[in-house]
């Protein structure tokens, strides 16, 4: 029985289109895109969405769940909840678990955990050395057998350069993405905030702007030895920008990506040292903010993700400088998202390029389009919708999120997986 989904604005990030018309879903994929509301069979399923926005489902590269090894601060349940209540139709996880995931068996199990209690897509990726110790490479070539997306040793940066290079070549030879973290190792360590006045006014560890350059001018540069597929994960600061774009000119295979905090949030929403408001790498000033959204709406940062990294409440409550990094994202990313849109700095269709299509084009998958035979994973949203957050709302185990109490527009109507309504707001 084939699903009619009316009255709907479509938002189309492949066509750069935001149109009226109706969505018809057969199966698990979308059988038609068509302008109006056309004649109804009469055994028609039809969902009116009421002038409300219909979208692919956002594709979110880079969840951190904590199974194995954490389930207390998120599981594969709790997870799939929240990304479902957010929009997210397809997680992409992290691999800096506990144990990490660095080979199949583990791989394996994550897999079938994921598949047995999350709603949505749940793909893996795998670490790219051993423990993501950065010494020696993972059996790329089992993983990628197993199911891998990518690999990654997320935050932990490869600091020798010939184990890097060895691990990008090999990579290369199998046509699997590698995803680094951009940041000088050593200047790096330690930093809970950015450098400048307001760091040395709160007497906090800080790191330059200047680490993330050198870390992404090292990683162009074995790419340029290799030829490897390499994925930024977040380009955060202005001065990454132009060596980015070089890279791209160049015709490198290179696409970067950026968190949803560093796009809508500065240094100064750290104030009185509020921890949830602690990432990595930490929250950049202004311009570099300014600059890093125009970079997502002009294209040449490609793909927008929540860096969802849930933390509980006693790695959180201690002073700044030793509080853990991070902080959720799944359920607030569509509403966070929404900031950018109403203050005039991206269109929809441009935003979901980056949520949606790009993420889905740089893995290989099917998904992030409103096109016939793509699947029918699909979010309905009211972008206007006004609210004041709380966090103990949310759906995710941990609750870290610097949202908390603030005034957000932006809400989740529905929400479907390959056809199937997996959420549904109350």
Known sequence: MAHYFINAKLID????????GTVIVEGEQIAAVVAGTPTLPGD???TDCQGKYLAPGIVDLGVKVCEPGERHKESYRSAGMAAAAGGVTTMITRPDTDPPIDSPEVLEFV????????????????ALTKGRAGREMTEIGFLMDAGA???TDCDHVISDTKVFSRALTYARSLGALVIAHPQEPILSAGAAATSGKFASLRGLPAVSPMAERMGLD???????????????????????????????????????????HHLTLNALD???????????????????????????ASGLIDIICSMHTPQDEESKRLPFEEAASGAIGLETLLPAAMRL?????????????????????????PGGRLAVGAPADLVLFDPNAPFVLDRATLRSKSLNTPFDGMRMQGKVLQTYVSG?????AS
């Not at 897999?111 to 990726?125: G, L, S």
């Not at 790419?223 to 791209?248: N, V």
């Open 13 to 20: 990030p492949e066509a750069g289109t935001l149109t009226e």
């Open 44 to 46: 028609a399923q039809i």
């Open 111 to 126: 897999t079938r955990r994921a598949n047995e209690a999350a709603p949505v897509h749940v793909i893996a990726m795998a």
């Open 149 to 151: 997306a990518a690999f």
């Open 218 to 260: 090292r990683d162009i540069a074995l790419i340029e030895m290799t030829g490897a597929k390499y994925h930024a994960d977040q380009i955060t600061t202005a001065r990454a920008l132009p060596a980015l774009k070089r890279a791209k000119d160049n015709g490198l295979d290179i696409t970067a990506g950026v968190g949803i």
């Open 270 to 296: 750290v104030a009185d040292y509020r921890t949830f408001f602690k990432l990595k790498p930490p929250l950049r000033d202004e311009e570099d903010r300014i600059a890093v959204v125009e970079a997502v």
């Open 341 to 365: 849109v109403h203050a005039e700095m991206m269109d929809l269709p441009t935003l979901w390029r980056a949520l949606s299509l790009n993420p889905a084009k740089r893995l290989g998958l």
């Open 420 to 424: 199937t309504c997996v959420y549904k």
